[in-house]
């Protein structure tokens, strides 16, 4: 295992199960407050959480491409985290998974897309594939998957 630290663009690893958990969170509070209004809205709120989980895969590839590897302790960027001791591992495996869940995650999200009829409960069923999406994430990044194969 080699570890190449690149500046604060290790900081940034913290956003790939960030962005589809506040996406998910803002679409949900939003369904909350407009309930009849955005479940019309089925295309947008696809396409959010589509995007979100792609952006994660984009940054996750990006730290592949550059072989970027490192450990990283949650408390320095969350202070709720400040007493625990969760560390985020990235290396090339944990990269690899991610890519891969992401990339399923949207080719599921785009068949259910075609598939499923968009009535009530489509938004709600969006917002908790981007809610699972992130949580499954987040776990591949706290387990050190290389050691375990």
């Known amino acids: 295992m080699h570890i190449i630290i690149v500046g604060n663009f290790i900081n940034s690893t913290t956003l790939i199960p960030l962005i589809p958990f506040v996406t998910s969170l803002f679409i949900f509070?939003?369904?909350?407050?407009?309930?009849?209004?955005?479940n019309?809205?089925?295309?947008?709120?696809?396409?959010?959480?589509?995007?979100?989980?792609?952006?994660s895969?984009?940054?996750?590839?990006?730290?592949?491409?550059k072989k970027i590897?490192?450990?990283?302790?949650?408390?320095?960027?969350l202070k709720f985290f400040e007493e625990k001791n969760y560390v985020i591992h990235l290396n090339l495996v944990n990269e690899k998974i991610i890519i891969s869940f992401s990339l399923l995650m949207i080719l599921i999200?785009?068949?259910?897309?075609?598939?499923?009829?968009?009535?009530?409960?489509?938004v709600l069923l969006m917002t908790s594939?981007?809610?699972?999406?992130?949580s499954i994430i987040l776990s591949i990044l706290l387990i050190?998957?290389?050691?375990l194969i």
Not at 129 to 134: E, M, N, Q, R, V
Request: proline share 3%.
């Open 29 to 38: 509070i939003l369904l909350i407050s407009f309930k009849r209004t955005l």
């Open 109 to 122: 999200i785009g068949i259910t897309f075609y598939k499923l009829p968009r009535k009530k409960g489509y």
């Open 69 to 77: 590897e490192e450990e990283l302790a949650l408390s320095e960027f």
């Open 40 to 55: 019309r809205l089925t295309k947008p709120v696809t396409t959010l959480v589509a995007l979100s989980l792609f952006s």
């Open 57 to 65: 895969a984009l940054i996750s590839s990006f730290d592949y491409f």
């Open 129 to 134: 594939i981007g809610l699972i999406s992130s």
């Open 144 to 147: 050190d998957v290389s050691t």
